[in-house]
């Protein structure tokens, strides 16, 4: 079975930091690239964050140097830590394979994700 489990989000005021953690079930992501996305209300969904199997990571040119990616593949885990949020990194953060699971023709697989909200 394929799951993912998003948690860790919460209400933080500017300047302030989270971290969230990405519990994934199933063989398929332990050797695969892992992204955070985020959707914000009226918007498309955006990857910000990547780490390749091997640890490599890469950002979005709008949480660089603030966010950073990190597994630990024995807990089969994959975090997110933010610092210096802002109020525009509000969202309903996700995490998946890059590209995204797809699970039938059209449609991909995605958790139930997990609310960021930050503050003025």
């Known amino acids: 079975q394929v799951q993912l489990v998003e948690s860790g989000g919460g209400l933080v005021q500017a300047g302030g930091s989270l971290r969230l953690s990405c519990a994934h079930f199933g063989s398929i992501f332990s050797a695969r690239t892992m992204g955070w996305y985020r959707q914000a209300p009226g918007k498309q969904r955006e990857l910000v964050a990547l780490i390749t199997g091997g640890g490599r990571a890469n950002y979005a040119d709008s949480v660089k140097g603030r966010f950073t990616i990190s597994r630990d593949n024995a807990k089969n885990t994959v975090y997110l830590q933010m610092n210096s949020l802002k109020p525009e990194d509000t969202a309903v953060y996700y995490c998946?394979?890059?590209?995204?699971?797809?699970?039938?023709?059209?449609?991909?697989?995605w958790g139930q994700g997990t609310q960021v909200t930050v503050s003025s």
């Open positions: 998946n394979t890059e590209p995204p699971v797809r699970v039938d023709v059209g449609r991909d697989y």
